[in-house]
């Protein structure tokens, strides 16, 4: 149904104009008032996904790169300037060691303790927006399909006044019911890619923040027992 409706925009769109072709359907589907609540729901819906690609591009950072940086000034300055590096990193994962690093001196378990508390915080704020981008998934089709309902009931209002059954007296209603179906699936599967899209990337910012962590909290033992916490790279050509 999908490919169907994609052939059809594009073959009109050769000969018209394919925004012409959108506004031309969106008015014939409007008829029974339920094209905008849809196109408001996919405006809405893509106004949260572009705010948090923009967030989550901040958020994204070089993490294996940014734990070797790490791990070297804790070997050169020790904890101090493992966490002023942190402070001067933008990003979740930065903010996790810097939270860790603050309660060094407090002790391995504590450390820890702070690493799980801050991860659950920079978690919550990567995922934040994303049930409201959800709830427009769900509601785009379903104004779609309620449009669809509204255009057959037209659809028998003229059989029934009409007496009669005539392709002219429900072709009208008929038209606008498969216009509204046809918005309400087009706006959910484009907000559905978008949610998809934010949902793989907040999944690996908190695996590298997982694993990092773990990573931060091995350099920390290794430099309270006096070894070297940065990886020898001396033999690296």
Do not use: H
């Amino acid at each position: 149904m999908t490919s169907s409706i994609t052939l059809f925009f594009l073959q009109a769109g050769a000969d018209q104009g394919f925004f012409n072709v959108i506004v031309e359907k969106f008015n014939e589907g409007n008829e029974g008032g339920f094209m905008w609540p849809v196109l408001v729901a996919l405006i809405l819906g893509l106004a949260i996904f572009l705010e948090r690609i923009i967030t989550l591009n901040l958020a994204d950072i070089d993490t294996r790169k940014f734990v070797v940086d790490v791990q070297e000034a804790l070997d050169e300055g020790g904890v101090p300037a493992a966490r002023q590096l942190c402070a001067e990193t933008r990003g979740p994962v930065a903010s996790v060691f810097q939270a860790g690093l603050m309660r060094v001196d407090e002790g391995i378990d504590a450390a820890e303790k702070a690493i799980s508390a801050y991860g659950s915080i920079e978690m919550s704020f990567l995922e934040r927006g994303l049930v409201w981008l959800s709830l427009f998934i769900a509601i785009a089709p379903l104004l779609g399909f309620l449009g669809t309902v509204v255009g057959m009931i037209q659809a028998f209002d003229a059989i029934e006044q009409a007496g009669d059954i005539s392709p002219t007296l429900v072709a009208g209603g008929i038209k606008v019911a498969l216009l509204t179906t046809a918005g309400g699936l087009l706006a959910g599967i484009i907000l559905q890619i978008g949610y998809n899209y934010c949902v793989s990337k907040i999944d690996r910012i908190i695996s590298e923040m997982e694993e990092s962590s773990i990573t931060l909290i091995d350099s920390i033992v290794m430099l309270k027992e006096g070894k070297q916490v940065a990886p020898d790279q001396s033999g690296d050509e």
